[in-house]
Every structure is written in structure tokens, then in C-alpha cells.
Nanobody, 123 residues
Framework: QVQLVESGGGLVQAGGSLRLSCAASGRTFNSYRMGWFRQAPGKEREFVAAINWSGGRTYATDSVKGRFTISRDNAKNTVYLQCNSLKPEDTAVYYC????????????????WGRGTQVTVSS
């Protein structure tokens, strides 16, 4: 059983930065692979980034590579998404989730989801 709460979203100008946080409950947190997804109104949910249980391996979709960095602090039961050089097309609700399947790119392979945090990037 894992519960997730995202925070850190907000309104920023293009080129600005945000650090999103995902606070997780559960003493088995260290064993979970974690991911970030985002969804804009009227669009499909898309994969953003993922991280393995130790933090030693990370993955990111092409559109955010070089700008976003996923990390985790297992001692704090928290996963982060550092978002730099934000663009208007990054505007979306960002969700974190627990990966329980085999393909980190697929939302259907994540069984737990937070409520999301809104990121809005103005031109």
C-alpha cells in the first residue's frame, strides 16, 4: 500500500524552473520504481520520466531530456522532478505513480497515482 502526494507546481514564465515533489507513504518505498506523467486538457496522458528503486537508473522522454531531471531520496520517501527551461508546451497536470509492470513508458503499468500538481508556463 502506497499513497502519493504531489506538490511544487505553479505558474512560471517560459525559461523558468520548478521542482516538483512526490511524497510517498509506506515502509517499502525503497523497493518501488517511480515515474512522472503529465496530462494536458483534451490530450492523452504522457510519460515524462522514471527512476529505479536505487536511483541509479533514470529515463526521460525526448521532449524533456536535458531540461528535466528525476531523482529520489528514499530516506525522505520522496521523488523529485526538477524542471528547468520550462516551455509553454510543458503546461499540464503532473502526476507521480508507482510502477508495477515492466514497461516504464506505459501508464497502465503503474498501479498507484497521486492527485497531481498543476504546472502552467506562460509565454
Amino acid at each position: 500500500q502506497v499513497q502519493l502526494v504531489e506538490s511544487g507546481g505553479g505558474l512560471v514564465q517560459a525559461g523558468g524552473s520548478l521542482r516538483l515533489s512526490c511524497a510517498a507513504s509506506g515502509r517499502t518505498f525503497n523497493s518501488y520504481r517511480m515515474g512522472w506523467f503529465r496530462q494536458a486538457p483534451g490530450k492523452e496522458r504522457e510519460f515524462v520520466a522514471a527512476i529505479n528503486w536505487s536511483g541509479g537508473r533514470t529515463y526521460a522522454t525526448d521532449s524533456v531530456k536535458g531540461r528535466f531531471t528525476i531523482s529520489r531520496d528514499n530516506a525522505k520517501n520522496t521523488v523529485y522532478l526538477q524542471c528547468n527551461s520550462l516551455k509553454p508546451e510543458d503546461t499540464a497536470v503532473y502526476y507521480c505513480a508507482v510502477m508495477t509492470g515492466v514497461d516504464y513508458r506505459l501508464g497502465s503499468h503503474y498501479d498507484y497515482w497521486g492527485r497531481g500538481t498543476q504546472v502552467t508556463v506562460s509565454s
